[in-house]
């Protein structure tokens, strides 16, 4: 069940997922909405089962993993409700007009339409969220797309039983076979990505893994757009006023952001900018808890031990709290720097380390706050523990807008609400789609493609642009 | 004035193109419009030098450049009703809510922010439209990015005028110094995309060209999004009611439309569709003027007389109409083949032969239309000569609409109308970017990406997302 796919499984599963994408993607939206539901349903009924699994595979916790599944059912109730609006289509129509200021415009009208069969691969610190039933295949469906996840190594046996979950509901929604499917191993997903019938892949997890796809997408004959979510340090640079106001606060409301889920979030904040105060790393040294946390596998469990101790043998970096990192399960660690040290090598010092470590930065004087802000690269996310009346605030904020998807002022960045406003995105490396977002709503638009029509007659016009508008969804005329 | 630019010369430019970046994105959008219309109006004060150049250079004639230069002016101004209207920022607001089911959603606000430095490349077939102070230009610099033109060398001495004229209108306006620029040369070109300060690309022209810049564009260590608008044949499927009511009328309609410019427009109908009569061909025949045109320019002639040769000589093509394809100004060539030759062979058989050719496609049965259809790549544009109670029109639209960025239906392609709803792309390779447009007013969105804002005090909020909406945009909240 949870062996490599082979060529022949894979192909075969690709064919069906063309054969499947003519049906689907034909349905109106809104009648997309109930197999959407239905999986969102079947889920919350097996959600017993699929958490202890879960929890099995990947050390997380029932608590965490409930409210996991949580949402990862409430995103795809949303997106029911998306498609059911219809407003994503951005139907638009131009009138024809002989006196349109450049010549005659004919009747033009353009509506968004799905982009066909999509490959997502699944990350291994979200099993239910950003896995075989999670955002980005609730989004590629509601699209109209067709889905084949690519399983996570890390969690094999859950992403089997929930894709046996998601295929039970489906068919009993009367969704049309072959709509969705989950092939194992590298090679599979390798050879997925490059199938010609493919046209989109969607990706959560390393920079290394994502560039990798990335680069197989875009260099096949015909390249199709990859949207791949890769790495973030998620900075937080802390105001002298909001050091001295609300240091303990900041203090451990850090520690509980950076360990949450052992430091395994793509927003986990990885670097703190703080002003030199023996004070402060005190604070932090005394909100750090000396308790082993569980990593999700051996390979996470490597991979954080060698890149926790090449950042802590760089020149200019000191331990603050040593959580034994080679320990099979290890407690947090905490390393500090100044903004000096970093400023004169950004790249060795701005570096993603996935687990339960932190960089402390300190700095001498406000103005070093612009100076990282202008060297970080692109960022998931970038926040700020400041006070309203900070002078350097509007400054800050406006530097941090050009690196990041997300930008935070006194809150922290682990915990990505999935609502209309959110982007979770941003530059390379934080994704290699900057325009897309990969939570929220908008999530959505990354598998479609805009069609116009041009003089069509309303019989023969998709029924997302008639003038009757028989699916009752937001039109915009000119 | 149009030499090569040299590696310290763009280096120079690049940095300017940054600097005044940092200044042209943090105006309020509206503030931008002076200095599109400025560039509108400096360019109709300069058409009649302008055009003359033009002509020279290109030999298209002064009706056609006139009135693609009264396209450009509308394009630019256009973009400034765009940006001083502000709806295309895309400003959402959720507010806090505790009680948003997945757990308390926080204060989030989106809006679309400019990329960065963008380089246009510029079309040698458009000399206004597409080139210098084309949509691209206008769109990026709409959008809030700094520009740097990389010239076509089919109009070098126009391409210079037009940015001294671009270049003075924005100095008029008090735009910041070297937010546009231009630079000549291939080397040029390919250094700029692969600057890491660059954010992006825009490019209309060949498939070769294109691709080659892509992959540049694609594979730097910081990949950024390339918008090439390349090839496409656009076909046109006749319906036999079509062909036996309206038989003349279609025929001298299209070779109205693939021979308009000489036939250098990327929507130039290349392949004509048609029920198998002897008539119909006659028809075409008749219609087709012994009439030399100019070519754009030598490079042009070349591979014209090239690709021709190569698709003349194809087993299964015929010879209807001979133009003479060899000559400095070839008259308009004709060929001929069957929907069963094409299908046996689709790469050799469709295929963009840029100039004043065309490929009739004979077919027997109706239901080959939609075998052709299933065998095209992508298409900026497919037509429909049909008629209303045609049995196979709709599915032959949803066909083309799965294939192509716009559908036409009894019109024809050339001429593409900047309007709302205006759709200029398509699948690879019609693009390298099937999600946008290069033509009307959602062009801009392709310099954009989102950034969310969260638990950001009103005061240091983007003017956009305030709640007392300074700007007096469209914003929506939920």
Known sequence: MTGPTNPQALAHKVAAAVGTFEQWSCLRPADRAPALEAIASALEKAAPKLVALADEETSLGQARLHSEMVRTVFQLRLFAKVVTRGEYLGATTDNADPSWPMGPRPDLRRVLEPLGPVVVFAASNFPFAFSVAGGDTASALAAGCSVIVKAHSGHPRLSAATAEVVHNALRSAGAPEGLFDIIFGTEAGRDAIVDPRVKAGAFTGSIEAGRALFDLATGRPEPIPFFGELGSVNPVFVTKAAAERRGPAIASEFVG?????????????????????????????????????????????????????????????????????????????????????????????????????????????????????????????????????????????????????????????????????????????????????????????????????????QHLLPPALRDANPLGIPQRAS
């Open 257 to 457: 952001s950076f360990t949450l889920g052992a430091g395994q979030f793509c927003t986990k904040p990885g670097i703190l900018l703080v002003p030199a105060s023996a004070e402060l790393v005190d604070q932090l040294h005394g909100a750090v808890p000396d308790k082993p946390l569980t990593l999700l596998n051996d390979r996470i469990r490597t991979s954080y031990a060698s890149a926790l101790r090449e950042l802590r043998d760089t020149a200019g970096v000191h331990v603050v709290v040593s959580g034994d990192h080679a320990a099979t399960n290890p407690a947090p660690t905490v390393l500090r720097t100044t903004s000096a040290e970093l400023l004169s090598d950004p790249q060795a010092l701005i570096r993603e380390v996935f687990g339960p470590a932190a960089l402390i930065v300190e700095y001498a004087e406000e103005s070093e706050l612009l100076e990282v802000a202008k060297v970080i690269e692109g960022q998931l996310t970038a926040s700020i523990q400041g006070e309203d009346d900070d002078a350097i605030a509007a400054e800050l904020i406006r530097l941090l807008a050009a690196k990041a998807g997300r930008v935070l002022w006194n809150q922290w960045p682990t915990g990505v609400s999935v609502t209309y406003a959110q982007q979770h995105g941003g530059p390379y490396p934080a994704t290699t789609a900057p325009a897309t977002t990969s939570v929220g709503t908008e999530a959505i638009s990354r598998f479609l493609r805009p069609v116009a029509y041009q003089n069509v007659p």
